[in-house]
């Protein structure tokens, strides 16, 4: 079983270690240097629309992104810093528990492909929207996941559309009521979806059943997804 979680837009400059990335075990090295191509082909002019802010930032955050192989690393998830990272605490949990993260946690990332959570990643800023990158990663994502017995998707729409969904793939969104209509949770479900990921990982869910029983916040099991109905 995998668990497909998303990377976060907001993360730690910081590094635990200085190894650098061209020296860690990521798989993905070639197609890694093929979105950097893609990056130095664009304009200047172009980097602001790609990288979401101003000139002087998209600059910045270009040459961080093109530079990455000389960078120095952190485990991922101490380098993600954003609402589900810090609902699902990471580093308060128990070697066993981070065990099973590492072992059943895949981040799909826009330019680093495919990482656990205890892989040494570099700093870098890159949308999954920009440059056709789900077309991109979509057939290495799919032959990757095809053969996973249970793929338990919990990402955002953007990173749903970089693999192919068979049989074998559940998702899980997140809902709340709004003038009696059901409608996604938003913001709030980024944290949700993290203390749901936190409960995952704490009692080692490897199944649907105990998947289903999770309850926090008002939330609980629909037939589509889990919903607050408070």
């Not at 790609?50 to 530079?67: D, F, P, R, V």
């Not at 810090?86 to 070697?95: H, V």
């Amino acid at each position: 079983m995998k668990i497909l979680i998303p990377p976060s837009e907001g993360k730690s400059s910081n590094n635990s270690t200085d190894t650098k990335f061209k020296n860690t075990d990521n798989i993905f090295f070639k197609e890694i240097r093929q979105v950097i191509k893609q990056l130095k082909e664009l304009e200047v002019s172009e980097l602001p629309k790609i990288y979401g802010t101003s000139e002087e930032k998209a600059n910045k955050i270009h040459q961080m992104n093109i530079n990455i192989f000389d960078a120095d690393c952190t485990p991922a998830y101490s380098r993600y810093t954003g609402v589900v990272y810090s609902a699902l605490g990471a580093n308060t949990l128990d070697k066993d528990t981070m065990e099973y993260c590492n072992n059943n946690f895949i981040i799909t990332s826009a330019l680093l492909g495919l990482v656990s959570p205890g892989n040494l990643i570099p700093n870098y800023k890159l949308k999954m929207s920009v440059l056709k990158l789900t077309d991109f990663w979509k057939p290495k994502f799919s032959k990757i996941f095809e053969h996973e017995d249970l793929i338990i998707d919990v990402l955002p729409q953007i990173h749903r559309k970089s693999f192919t969904a068979s049989t074998n793939t559940i998702r899980i969104d997140f809902y709340k009521y709004k003038d009696g209509k059901k409608i996604s949770a938003g913001h709030q479900g980024k944290s949700i979806k993290g203390k749901f990921l936190k409960f995952m990982a704490i009692n080692r869910i490897d199944n649907i059943i105990d998947l289903k029983k999770f309850r926090e916040d008002g939330y609980i099991w629909d037939e589509d997804g889990f919903v607050n109905e408070n």
